[in-house]
């Protein structure tokens, strides 16, 4: 068993390396790098470096703990005893668990505070298909129950509930969910739980999720809840477009987060921002709010680019989106709610998005439906105002908008402006199906609704000029060597 610091690693490493000549050497902040995965006595040297919140003291390899990268045998006890191990390291430095090149079959394993988890670009982790490998938790408080089903959840692949500075990451390592059986299940209805997630962290402050990809998630893919300074960064998600709720990027109850440089292609909404579900959600009371999203790349034929809600519960606020580029997506922007719902959706800034071929550009639907229950309060009327939407171009397009509040209390302080919508060969005759809302529109083709007062040329709708916190986290240059057998 190996299991060095990385000072101590480097220093034995470093002599190995100076006899042999088939290694280039460079140095980058004093800290030397080199070409990875060099082969010598039969072991392999890897070298990597990454960016994240914060490096690590201590690293391990899978392999270290028995792991086996064959495609099929378990390595869910290797995951859970690497973690738990490192986990010694959380006031010591903290630690890094390195995954080799190789398949390595896993069920759930929890992650642990001040770590890193990361694969190797060969690495790919498959998710187990034994349902015993998937222990069943609570129910989120804030849903009250399970999104497929009554009762509990099946635990994500990668789990983690009250942690601080966490980091998953890779150099496009992947994580392919195998998610068909679940999907088959769902359509059978022979769910017992509620699918699993891939990548779910719960009450946890400092996170970094990035430079990965997901494949066929059972259900959502990233799903950070209750927590704040998250960042996810550089990640592909690919899922067929017909599979059940595969969600790329599900920000629920979060504060403080920021969606980059992602490319995203599911069957459900490439990010649908959450914050629970009618009397739960709002009983719960932690809204999503201060969420950045730029350079998404969306392709989602039966669902929305960026979708608000519809459980949004514990309200959402100060979103701010662009530089979104959508391809072949039912909506480009869809908000989602209901009576029942309550709180608000405001404070919402998009700009900078080109879209081909879409169903709708804007969507927003005040009697969504899909509630948790029979008690939900008829009286929780959902407030949405201050949404802006500007600088968008779309082509091929069958319809511009289908904008509809909720009797009685309307969608207000709704702006679009400078907003370019080329129609398909067969567009919808009514453009705008507008109701029960209220706003402005400014340099908008084809001509929008009445409700949306026009306000002559060049009169941009807001996005804020200052920055959120989020974007003053700084990402760290690190650097490690680490021989696997
Ligand atoms: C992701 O990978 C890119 C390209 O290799 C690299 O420039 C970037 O620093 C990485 N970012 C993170 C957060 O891992
Ligand atoms: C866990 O870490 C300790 C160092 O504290 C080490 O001595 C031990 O061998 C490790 N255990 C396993 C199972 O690898
Ligand atoms: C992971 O954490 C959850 C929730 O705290 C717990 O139910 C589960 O048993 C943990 N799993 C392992 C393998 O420790
Ligand atoms: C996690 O944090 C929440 C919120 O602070 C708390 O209610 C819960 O008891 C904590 N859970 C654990 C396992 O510490
Ligand atoms: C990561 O891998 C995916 C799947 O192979 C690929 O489509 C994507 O282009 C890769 N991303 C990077 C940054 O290399
Ligand atoms: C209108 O939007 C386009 C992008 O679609 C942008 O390039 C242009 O600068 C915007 N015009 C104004 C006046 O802001
Ligand atoms: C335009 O959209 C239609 C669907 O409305 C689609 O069938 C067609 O392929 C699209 N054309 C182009 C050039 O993308
Ligand atoms: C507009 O939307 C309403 C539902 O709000 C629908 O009943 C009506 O048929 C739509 N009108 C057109 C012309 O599409």
């Given at each position: 068993m190996e299991f060095w610091t990385s000072f101590r690693k480097k220093q034995v490493l470093d002599i190995i390396l100076v006899f042999s000549i088939f290694l280039v050497l460079f140095e980058t902040n004093g800290v030397e790098s080199r070409k990875q995965a060099k082969h010598y006595e039969g072991g392999v040297v890897n070298s990597f470096q990454y960016s994240a919140i914060s490096c690590r003291k201590h690293t391990a390899s899978l392999t270290d703990f028995g792991g086996v990268g064959d495609g099929t045998t378990s390595n869910t006890m290797a995951f859970q005893a690497a973690i738990s191990n490192l986990s010694q390291y959380a006031s010591d430095g903290g630690s890094q668990l390195f995954v080799p090149p190789g398949k390595w079959l896993t069920g759930s394993f929890n992650l642990t505070s001040h770590f890193t988890l990361y694969l190797h670009k060969d690495a790919t982790l498959l998710a187990s298909q034994d349902e015993n490998e998937w222990t069943v938790i609570e129910p989120l408080p804030s849903y009250g129950r399970g999104r497929d089903t009554q009762g509990g959840r099946y635990i994500s692949l990668i789990f983690g509930t009250n942690l601080t500075d966490v980091v998953i990451t890779g150099e496009n390592g992947t994580i392919d969910g195998q998610g068909e059986t679940w999907w088959n299940k769902f359509h059978n209805g022979e769910l017992k739980y509620t699918r699993p997630y891939l990548i779910e962290l719960m009450y946890s402050d400092t996170v970094q999720i990035s430079n990965l990809t997901l494949l066929n998630s059972p259900s959502w893919n990233i799903h950070p809840v209750y927590s704040s300074n998250v960042v996810v960064q550089g990640i592909t998600i690919l899922a067929p477009v017909k599979s059940p709720n595969t969600d790329g990027i599900n920000p629920d109850s979060c504060t403080n987060t920021r969606i980059e440089d992602c490319y995203i292609v599911s069957g459900d909404d490439c990010v649908a921002v959450k914050s629970g579900w009618d009397e739960y959600g709002i009983k719960f009371g932690m809204p999503t709010k201060q969420l950045v999203i730029r350079r998404l790349t969306c392709i989602s034929p039966f669902s929305?680019?960026?979708?608000?809600?519809?459980?949004?519960s514990g309200g959402i606020q100060d979103v701010r989106a662009e530089d979104i580029r959508a391809i072949d997506s039912e909506s480009g922007i869809r908000i989602k709610t209901a009576v029942g719902r309550g709180n608000y959706v405001k404070d919402i800034y998009v700009r900078g998005m080109t879209m081909d071929?879409?169903?709708?550009?804007f969507w927003m639907a005040g009697n969504y439906g899909s509630h948790p229950d029979n008690n939900y309060d008829p009286n929780a009327i959902p407030v949405i105002e201050n949404i802006n939407f500007r600088d968008m171009v779309a082509k091929n397009v069958t319809m511009a908008a289908r904008l509809e509040g909720i009797q009685d209390h309307p969608f207000t302080g709704i702006c679009i402006s400078n907003v370019t919508i080329g129609l398909t060969k067969k567009p919808k005759k009514v453009q705008w199906n507008c109701s029960e809302i209220a706003g402005v529109s400014s340099d908008v083709s084809p001509h929008p609704c009445g409700l949306l007062t026009d306000q002559g040329t060049e009169k941009a709708c807001n996005f804020p000029e200052e920055s959120l916190p989020?974007?003053?986290l700084v990402l760290q240059t690190c650097s490690y060597h680490l021989k696997c057998f």
């Open positions: 929305a680019v960026i979708a608000l809600g519809s459980e949004m071929t879409m169903k709708m550009v989020i974007d003053n």
